[in-house]
């Protein structure tokens, strides 16, 4: 059974950190290109890093240097360090693959977690 938990939002001030933590449960994980996602109000679904399975990363312009995504294969778990935090950072926090997994033939998405960064 696929099944992703994100973990780890809350509230900050600007300038802050939080640690985000993805929990993956299902055969996929070992062999796929994971990735952390957000959705800001009214903006669509945007990518903010990536990491493939032998750990090269990829970050969007506008996270890096800030932003640190690492995965431990054995536990199933991608994380996401975000340091110096910006008031547009504020969005829900998503993992998944790349593609997005499919199940029952729509694109899967767990719950995600809220980040809002105060200014």
């Known amino acids: 059974q696929v099944q992703l938990v994100e973990s780890g939002g809350g509230l900050v001030q600007a300038g802050g950190s939080l640690r985000l933590s993805c929990a993956a449960s299902?055969?996929?994980?070992?062999?796929?290109?994971m990735a952390w996602y957000r959705q800001a109000p009214g903006k669509q679904r945007e990518r903010v890093a990536d990491?493939?399975?032998?750990?090269?990363?990829n970050y969007a312009d506008s996270v890096k240097d800030r932003f640190t995504i690492s995965r431990d294969d054995a536990r199933r778990t991608v994380v996401l360090q975000m340091n110096n935090l910006r008031p547009e950072d504020t969005a829900v926090y998503y993992c998944?693959?790349?593609?997005?997994?499919?199940?029952?033939?729509?694109?899967?998405w767990g719950q995600g977690t809220q980040v809002t960064v105060s200014s």
């Open positions: 998944n693959t790349i593609p997005a997994l499919r199940v029952g033939g729509a694109d899967y």
């Open positions: 299902g055969t996929f994980f070992s062999v796929n290109h």
């Open positions: 990491i493939l399975p032998g750990g090269n990363a």
